[in-house]
T-cell receptor, first 114, second 109 residues
Framework: KAGVTQTPRYLIKTRGQQVTLSCSPISGHRSVSWYQQTPGQGLQFLFEYFSETQRNKGNFPGRFSGRQFSNSRSEMNVSTLELGDSALYLC?????????????FGEGSRLTVL | KNEVEQSPQNLTAQEGEFITINCSYSVGISALHWLQQHPGGGIVSLFMLSSGKKKHGRLIATINIQEKHSSLHITASHPRDSAVYICAVRFRGDDKIIFGKGTRLHILP
């Protein structure tokens, strides 16, 4: 059974650009959640999608957005990139809604903003 | 205010020692997860708890709802247990999800 796949694994952008990251969950999983990890702030929750609907959102500005498609694949977008957006972005999938069962994490997309 | 505190921040122990990592939270929760992150970034979910105790191999996780506290124990620790251990909670009511800062564990052979 394939795990959670995130693409791209590494990317470099400049300030002001936008970026789109993709997450393919484990087959049959309907929940995809996104997280930002930085050395200073640690892991922070971005948002969760379940059955194509955003169910929960963390304290991030509106520049951070996401969506989920009918096949449960999810994308997140960050517009008008800032230096502070440099981070490891992780997604996780689960069968049921967030935190009701085991989470399966992808390996992450490491974003560097110059 | 929703807060999660982990202790200790860093822990170095000899192989074979019994390890305890603690997680305290401020208000009622609906679920708590223990995660393991090895160097390189990969995160593995170890346990999900809403009450009681769970065991998997050498790992044991407990939660005390009244005291708002959870512990992760590792018996007969091994160098391959060296990793960062993170607790994460979903708070009841506002559904906020907060992570602890993590405990960096180093087991010496």
């Amino acid at each position: 059974k394939a795990g959670v796949t995130q693409t791209p694994r590494y990317l470099i952008k400049t300030r002001g650009q936008q970026v789109t990251l993709s997450c393919s969950p484990i087959s049959g999983h309907r929940s995809v959640s996104w997280y930002q990890q930085t050395p200073g702030q640690g892991l922070q929750f971005l948002f969760e999608y379940f059955s194509e609907t955003q169910r929960n959102k963390g304290n991030f500005p509106g520049r951070f957005s996401g969506r989920q498609f009918s096949n449960s694949r999810s994308e997140m977008n960050v517009s008008t990139l800032e230096l502070g957006d440099s981070a490891l972005y992780l997604c996780a999938s689960s069968l049921g809604q967030l935190f009701t069962g085991e989470l399966f994490f992808g390996e992450g997309s490491r974003l560097t903003v110059l | 205010k929703n807060e999660v505190e982990q202790s200790p921040q860093n822990l170095t122990a000899q192989e074979g020692e019994f390890i305890t990592i603690n997680c305290s939270y401020s208000v009622g929760i609906s679920a708590l997860h223990w995660l393991q992150q090895h160097p390189g970034g990969g995160i593995v979910s170890l346990f999900m708890l809403s009450s009681g105790k769970k065991k998997h191999g050498r790992l044991i996780a407990t939660i005390n709802i009244q005291e708002k506290h959870s512990s992760l124990h590792i018996t007969a620790s091994h160098p391959r247990d060296s990793a960062v251990y993170i607790c994460a909670v979903r708070f009841r009511g506002d559904d906020k999800i907060i992570f602890g800062k993590g405990t960096r564990l180093h087991i010496l052979p």
